[in-house]
């Protein structure tokens, strides 16, 4: 093949694939959501003149052009790759491999961020809650557990710690730090494992008084594989799945859990969810605003009120067996001036504030 034939025919691949793409692209139906990242895709921008010249519609067609090319998700795993084994980067995107986990790397506190969750929490307790016995405690991050071994950063969270506590007195910190470690939490997930948990319910029960302690032996494991969590997607590289165990027993069984926002009464667990966009879901049916669960078989009388994020859905069932009721608010979809058509507050409860530390440093979600 002569020099002259063989340009010919490179040029014509090239723009074949060019036209193929451009055309790939054109035909290709936009979709509205990633499954392997779980967020919503960048929707092609509207135009109008203003948005013209001030620029806004070129930035928005920029994230639009990388959110719908076709593709996708088969480059993003080509690049982690590169990153991973060629370049040899410590991370992709903050994420990272340290063993069979996934990652992500989270060193930055956001103190402003920190203290308006402390003022917002001060403000719930000397509202309703005056003369009650009041917790917080942070829940660590897994990167938190890894960066010391692996050489990375982390986020200082004795420092957050010290920002609530000195801005928060009626409210009494629970360490948590130390019940956890790397292997509490999912591979390929931010969460905690449920089976993993009985020492950090029980740190939690004795700090705020509770005679009651749990064991594994209390409960009765159901198991759901494969369960692959966010980081799996946001990785774009083959990771090996979890098992996600739920811990049931009889009392848990006959719980009764109401669901405020719906109006209705639903399962403590949900494994119909397991196939869903988000199998954590499993727990207490994922994200509500307001739940209330009713122990019908409790020896005790207590109550608490559980202010939580998502890894309250998963010990909540467990702190049940030292409570008859407990009350799971979550701020981030519920504001906190309206719980009183929803709680009594006469009646004297414990109080958690049980959040990550992801929450606390974007606590302006918190309503």
């Known amino acids: ?9 490179i040029l014509i691949c090239f723009f074949g694939i060019l036209i193929g793409f451009l055309l790939a692209n054109i035909l290709t139906r936009d979709a509205a959501y990633s499954a392997s990242e779980r967020r919503k895709l960048a929707r092609f921008p509207k135009l109008s003149s203003e948005r013209i010249f001030d620029g806004t519609v070129f930035e928005q067609f920029d994230k639009y052009a990388l959110d719908q090319f076709v593709l996708r998700d088969g480059f993003r795993g080509i690049k982690a790759l590169f990153a991973y084994n060629l370049f040899r980067q410590k991370d992709n995107n903050g994420l990272y491999f340290w063993g069979d986990h996934i990652v992500k790397m989270k060193y930055k506190m956001n103190e402003e961020s920190v203290l308006n969750a402390a003022k917002k929490m001060n403000g719930i ?6 003369g009650m016995d009041a917790y917080f405690a942070i829940i660590p991050d897994k990167n938190d557990y890894s960066a010391s071994v ?3 950063l982390s986020t ?10 000195n801005n928060m007195p009626d ?3 629970i360490k948590l730090f130390d019940t956890l470690s790397l292997d509490d939490y999912y591979l390929t997930d931010i969460h905690w494992k449920q089976e993993n948990l009985t020492g950090t319910v029980n740190r939690l029960l004795e700090s705020m008084g509770n005679p009651v302690r749990i064991s594994g032996n209390d409960f009765e494991k159901k198991e759901l594989y494969p369960f692959f969590g966010v980081y799996y997607g946001q990785a774009a590289l083959p990771a090996k799945p979890d098992t996600l165990s739920l811990l049931t027993a009889d009392s848990l069984e006959k719980s009764l859990v109401f669901d405020y926002e719906r109006n209705e009464q639903i399962h403590i667990y949900a494994p119909e969810k397991f196939g869903g966009t988000d199998p954590y879901d499993v727990f207490l049916s994922g994200a509500k605003l307001l739940l209330k669960i009713t122990d019908t078989q409790s020896e005790t009388d207590r109550e608490l009120v559980l202010f939580r994020d ?6 909540a069932p467990l702190l049940l067996t030292g409570y008859k009721t407990i009350f799971l608010v979550d701020l981030r979809y519920m504001s906190s001036e309206l719980l ?5 507050f006469s009646v004297k409860r414990d109080v958690l504030f049980l959040y990550g530390a992801d929450v606390l440093n974007n606590s302006h979600m918190l309503k």
Not at 1 to 9: F, I, Y
Not at 340 to 344: A, G, S, T, V
């Open 1 to 9: 093949m002569n020099r002259k034939l063989k340009d010919k025919l």
């Open 125 to 130: 307790y000397e509202k309703y809650f005056i």
């Open 150 to 152: 692996s050489g990375r």
């Open 156 to 165: 200082d969270i004795e420092k957050m710690a010290g920002l609530l506590r």
């Open 171 to 173: 409210i009494r910190e």
């Open 310 to 315: 998502s890894f309250g859905s998963s010990i």
């Open 340 to 344: 009183p058509e929803y709680i009594d």
